[in-house]
């Protein structure tokens, strides 16, 4: 999903805006099959397996628990003499996580610190599994930490990729973001074959593996995907999707759409020439001049006059 926020507040600032994007992605991962198509992590220890959750900013809004105390206790950390703590933890981040590529003059206490504090963002983002009730009450917490994560070398992954490049301490407000579900992945029975080596047998099985992940998609979600893309769905934001197996179908029915609509002006314009001029050979004639008109029409407008459309 991709989403662009309509208000000035952002994305991340308006309850509604995170519900409605929290929809977006409910939509899928509430479904009662979804557990069957998506990519799933398997635990060796308990021997048990669940969905992998989505590469999402709202992970963090829809954390399992969150610690109120300790965020801010981070955030007061790091914006201490703004920016030092926080190129000091850039500095020892790769010793405080096992004291690998210590720096050689690197002070102790300093180290200690670095591990403490990292200790505290691990156990507050390892809470972050779209679990937990929405954090309404601590939208502004939520942002500021996320902003100081964004300046954090071994952290800014965990926030960048659903925040805009404007995002920032100074300016927490994201006009964009983006999220991704995991779908499970059929055998891949032709891996890393060349082409000449693959036998017929094994691409059709591949077809066919793929073929129920997007019959799945097609048939149970992608009414209700074109909903959400709607002006009318959400007056604070706009939301697109966008996945490789929807491709074709997605072009299909837009092409056909307009194909539709082209017959229908076509077969109106007919009718009206042939009821104004009552004889269907000038009506004929009268179309005929029209559709001749256009490629000279385009002509005029791409090689004459150089109009581009990008």
Not at 29 to 54: G, L, T, W
Not at 273 to 294: D, K, N, P, T
Request: glycine share 4%; with cysteine; proline share 2%.
């Amino acid at each position: 999903w991709i989403w662009e926020s309509e208000t000035e507040g952002g994305l991340f600032g308006s309850e509604k805006s995170i519900k409605s994007m929290k929809d977006n992605m409910a939509l899928f991962m509430e479904d009662e099959s979804y557990d069957k198509y998506c990519h799933r992590r398997y635990d060796d220890v308990s021997n048990s397996s669940e969905c992998r959750m989505p590469w999402s900013n709202l992970n963090m809004f829809y954390a399992s628990s969150w610690d109120v105390d300790k965020v801010q206790s981070v955030i007061d950390t790091l914006a201490f003499e703004y920016p030092k703590n926080v190129d000091l933890y850039n500095t020892l981040a790769p010793c405080a996580l096992g004291k690998y590529y210590c720096p050689d003059n690197a002070d102790e206490m300093d180290v200690s610190w670095a591990i403490m504090l990292n200790e505290n963002i691990t156990s507050i983002t390892d809470k972050w599994d779209f679990k937990g009730e929405f954090n309404a009450d601590n939208l502004d917490q939520t942002n500021l930490f996320a902003a100081y994560m964004k300046e954090l070398d071994l952290w800014k992954h965990y926030v960048d990729f659903g925040l805009d490049k404007k995002f920032s301490i100074d300016n927490p407000v994201s006009k964009f973001s983006r999220a991704v579900l995991f779908w499970g992945s059929p055998l891949n029975f032709t891996g890393n074959k060349l082409a000449s080596e693959i036998s017929e047998e094994e691409e059709e099985m591949d077809e066919k593996y793929e073929n129920y992940l997007k019959s799945y998609v097609i048939d149970t979600f992608l009414e209700k995907m074109n909903n959400f893309t709607e002006s009318s769905y959400s007056n604070e934001l706009n939301s697109y999707y966008f996945m490789g197996i929807l491709i074709f179908e997605v072009i299909l029915e837009i092409v056909t759409r307009d194909a539709m609509l082209a017959i229908i002006s076509i077969v109106f314009v007919f009718l009206y020439i042939r009821l104004q001029v009552r004889s269907w050979f000038l009506a004929l004639i009268g179309m005929v001049e029209i559709l001749l008109s256009l490629p000279v029409a385009w002509y005029l407008f791409s090689g004459v006059f150089r109009i581009e459309f990008f």
